[in-house]
Structures are given as C-alpha cells and as structure tokens.
C-alpha cells in the first residue's frame, strides 16, 4: 500500500509518500513542501496547494491520501487555512478516484511516537529512524507529512478489523431481531415469552461482544 500523507497548511503545506510492507516495515518514496506567499489572493494560495498534490498524485500513484484533521486551536485564523487547504487536498483526492483517511495530531504522535503529546522534534527524530533517512525531514511540516503517512500504514489494518467486527455485529443483530420477530408471529401474541427474551438478551450481548475490541484481538491495541 502506497500512503501520500500530507499535514494541509497555506503557507507551507507538507507532503510526502510512504510505501507500506510486511507486518510495521514502512520505506520512504519522496518528501516535499507546497508553498504559496502569505500576500497573495486566497484563491491563488489554495489554487497553488491544489496543484502541487495533483502533481504528486499523478506521480506517485498512492492508493490513499493521509490528511491531518483540523481540530480547535486559539488561532482562528490559522484553523481556517488550515481547513480550506485540508479541503482542497480531499478535493483533489475524490477526483483522482483516492479514498481520503483523516488523523488528529494526537493519534500521529500516539502512533509513530507511542506518545499523544510527544512534540514535533520527537516526531521527526522517529519519522528519521522508522523511515532509515540520512537526515531528519525539513522543515517540520514535511515531516509531519510522512508522519501521517506512517500513521496510516500502522492503523489501517486495525481500522478495517474494527469496521469488518462492526459490520458482523450488525448482521448478527439484524438477524437475531428477524428470528425473534418470527417466533412472535408464529406464536401468536404479540408478547414475547421469557424464553424468546432470554434469547433477544443472549443474542444482544453476543452482537455487542462480536462489535468489541475483543473480536479484533482481545485487548485495546496500542501503538508503539
């Protein structure tokens, strides 16, 4: 699985392409920086960071895009630049056919680093060491950029496992529902007996265990 993982900004908008392996190996393909003038029209700002992903999505042919989720900050401002250029890059994404994955800030740091809160010189100094690079990425907003993108690779299995558990404890709900909704009718009476309760009851938390983190390998998976 090829990643493009980019940390959305207007004035320096990060970019870089990871390439998953086996198990958690991860290898390094390219890294970047979209940049546009803090004078220019905003039209033209989110023009120019809209160009630049086209540009390295024709190129590298990822199969997703990785884009950091805006969340609250005191810098109204910033946060809106950082949205509409974030918007952009899924924009461009849903054109080329890509499904488009969002992370907070803390899940990247919590995956590449195993820790929420670890700061930006930790991020590059592991980004550096998990990627095998000669030297840490320049500036910070690339890194971050291949930092998503790890961060994909390493949590898109557990993801999917959650979502295929999900779906199966829906099936399992549904179908319970139907075959409770049978029995009434074949009895006759629209109150269920203590047995068909029973079952409904059983049938519940058997959906709800199979929907768990139990059916994606027991414990709460930790990133490390």
Do not use: Y
């Not at 970019?15 to 029209?41: C, K, L, Q, W, Y």
């Not at 700061?119 to 998503?148: I, S």
């Not at 961060?151 to 979502?163: E, F, K, L, V, Y």
């Not at 029973?198 to 990133?223: E, I, K, L």
């Amino acid at each position: 699985m090829r990643v493009l993982g980019v940390d959305p900004g207007l004035t320096r908008c990060g970019i870089g392409v990871v390439e998953a392996g086996g198990g958690r190996s991860v290898g390094f393909v390219a890294v970047g920086v979209a940049r546009s003038g803090p004078d220019e029209p905003l039209e033209r700002r989110l023009l120019a960071v809209a160009d630049e992903v086209e540009r390295w999505v024709e190129r590298h042919r990822p199969d997703v895009v990785a884009v950091e989720r805006v969340f609250s900050q005191h810098n109204v401002r910033t946060v809106m630049g950082t949205a509409q250029a974030s918007g952009v890059v899924a924009l461009v994404a849903a054109r080329a056919g890509l499904p488009v994955a969002f992370h907070t800030p803390s899940e990247v740091k919590a995956a590449v680093t195993g820790e929420g809160r670890a700061g930006k010189a930790q991020v590059t100094a592991m980004v550096t060491k998990v990627l095998g690079l000669d030297a840490p990425p320049r500036p910070a907003d690339a890194a971050d950029a291949l930092a998503l993108a790890i961060c994909h690779c390493w949590r898109s299995p557990m993801i999917d496992r959650m979502a295929a558990a999900q779906a199966r404890a829906e099936e399992l709900a549904a179908t319970h529902r139907a075959r409770l909704e049978q029995a009434r009718r074949d009895a006759g009476g629209d109150r269920p007996s203590a047995a068909e309760q029973w079952a409904a009851a059983r049938a519940g938390a058997q959906a709800r265990s199979a929907g768990g983190w139990g059916a994606v390998g027991g414990a709460r998976p930790r990133f490390r």
